[in-house]
């Protein structure tokens, strides 16, 4: 399910500081992207960031949720989205902080992909 327009004003103000935050649906769900970079997915009003193999361990607290996912084939597909933790709605600066690290992680991963992938292009 896509984000409500009250989710998606509400995460279009907090994440500012990030850049120029917009959010485009995509395959039922909701990308949240930053200057053209896609580095969050929301699915039922709920926030997932970015990870990689970068950022693991700093996101670690938000491991004990799934990750997003979808099957296909009879197989889970992880996409490498982790649900952002609850206390951050609550904690501008810490909501902040944890989106430049999925930033991050969607940096590495676009230019693995040669800036292909994410993009709000």
Same mark, same amino acid.
Not at 77 to 90: G, K, M, N, V, Y
Not at 96 to 113: K, L, Y
């Given at each position: 399910?896509?984000?409500? +327009?009250?989710? +998606?004003? %509400?995460? !279009?103000?907090?994440?500012?500081?990030?850049?120029?935050?917009? =959010?485009?649906? &995509?395959?039922?769900?909701?990308?949240?992207?930053?200057?053209?970079? &896609?580095? /969050? &997915?929301?699915?039922?009003?709920? =926030?997932? =960031? @970015?990870?990689?193999?970068?950022?693991?361990?700093?996101? *670690?607290?938000?491991?004990?949720?799934?990750?997003?996912?979808?099957?296909? *084939?009879?197989?889970?597909?992880?996409?490498?989205?982790? !649900?952002?933790?609850? @206390? =951050?709605?609550?904690?501008?600066? +810490? %909501?902040?902080?944890? /989106? !430049?690290? +999925? &930033?991050?992680?969607? $940096? $590495?991963?676009?230019? !693995?992909? /040669?800036?292909?992938? /994410?993009?709000?292009?």
């Amino acid at each position: 399910m896509v984000a409500s +327009a009250s989710f +998606a004003e %509400f995460l !279009r103000d907090q994440l500012a500081p990030l850049g120029h935050i917009t =959010l485009r649906r &995509m395959f039922g769900k909701t990308g949240v992207f930053c200057d053209g970079l &896609m580095f /969050g &997915m929301v699915s039922d009003n709920m =926030l997932y =960031l @970015r990870v990689d193999e970068g950022n693991r361990e700093a996101f *670690k607290e938000a491991a004990v949720e799934p990750p997003l996912s979808y099957v296909k *084939k009879g197989e889970t597909i992880d996409l490498s989205f982790w !649900r952002a933790p609850e @206390r =951050l709605f609550d904690d501008p600066d +810490a %909501f902040v902080a944890w /989106g !430049r690290v +999925a &930033m991050g992680a969607a $940096r $590495r991963i676009s230019a !693995r992909w /040669g800036g292909k992938q /994410g993009s709000a292009g």
